[in-house]
């Protein structure tokens, strides 16, 4: 028997152990970010559960999860998920129509100043937005006083006016998203739809939106999710006049309203996580399937 055929049965174990070892690296390298996250988002993440569960007098039940679905906090839940779901739409469609002008427009100096200017605009948020938009649009801002919006209706701090101020911040924050996805179509796939006689809103029916669904779906869920947990921008803007779950976290907390009620906002913060956690569940494989298309 020659050294080479007893050899060569062992090289093929060595190439499978090489991923083995590559794996376990990998696993030790990432175990200090598991380490922070669990750290940073587990334990806060426990304590929230347990003071949701405790119920008054000691013990464990779930009347707080019961009422944090009734009455006040159900209606504030409800018009989170409203307000979160009609501004996530509308950012998602003006974020779309702004990125597609830019992806399309041949002034790479254009590309640069919108995208530059959503990265700053997408984290423009709290106290300084609500600001602006009270100096700008507020009972005496300057367009509100130079346009007459006043004399036909126009107030700020309502439902519609929290809407426009969080679209402010949301339309950036789509165009940052769709946007690799829209520079991931490729030219080829139009070349060869209307060379096949196809007009450009059947290349946008059949191929461009159908490939962009999965981002416009994911960019959809992750708009939603920042304005469902978005806070100081109506506490600063519209204060109790809009019922949302975050608003009614703080007073519970604070005792505005009722005195001893914080783990009843243990308990809205759980459902606000729970939520969160639904909004990713979907985002993850949308994002997936995106990038496996345009990759």
């Known amino acids: 028997m020659t050294p080479h055929s007893v050899t060569a049965p062992a090289r093929p174990a060595r190439a499978a152990r090489r991923p ?12 200090p970010l ?7 988002f587990g334990l806060p993440a426990l304590a929230m559960a347990d003071g949701a569960l405790t119920v008054a007098g000691g013990g ?57 200017a959503s990265g700053v605009l997408a984290n423009f ?24 919006l ?13 809407a426009l101020t969080y679209v402010y911040f949301l339309v950036p924050l789509m165009v940052l998203t769709v946007a690799p996805a829209l520079d991931g179509l490729r030219v080829q796939w139009r070349e060869a739809a209307h060379d096949n006689g196809a007009t450009t809103w059947q290349y946008w029916r059949h191929v461009g939106i159908p490939v962009l669904m999965p981002s416009l779906l994911g960019g959809f869920v992750l708009l939603f999710g920042s304005a469902f947990a978005a806070y100081a921008t109506a506490a600063a803007m519209v204060g109790s006049s809009v019922p949302l779950v975050t608003l009614q976290i ?16 243990l308990a809205l913060s759980l459902d606000m996580v729970v939520v969160a956690a639904l909004v990713m569940a979907v985002h993850l494989p949308l994002q997936r399937r995106s990038t496996r298309w345009l990759a």
């Open 150 to 162: 006043a004399d036909h209706g126009w107030s700020l701090y309502g439902f519609w006016g929290l």
């Open 250 to 265: 703080a007073d519970a907390l604070s005792g505005n309203v009722l005195v001893g009620q914080e783990n009843v906002a």
């Open 60 to 116: 464990y039940g779930l009347d707080n999860l019961t009422r944090s679905v009734d009455g006040a906090y159900r209606t504030a839940l409800l018009g989170s998920v409203k307000l979160a779901a009609l501004t996530a739409a509308a950012g998602t469609l003006f974020g779309l129509l702004l990125a597609h002008a830019v992806a399309t427009s041949r002034s790479r100096a254009l590309r640069e100043a919108v995208l530059t």
């Open 34 to 40: 598991f380490l922070v996250v669990a750290l940073a």
């Open 20 to 31: 083995r070892r590559a794996r376990r690296v990998g696993w030790l390298a990432a175990l």
């Open 125 to 148: 948020g709290g106290v300084p937005l609500a600001f602006a938009f009270v100096a700008t649009l507020g009972n005496a801002g300057v367009l509100t006083t130079r346009l007459g």
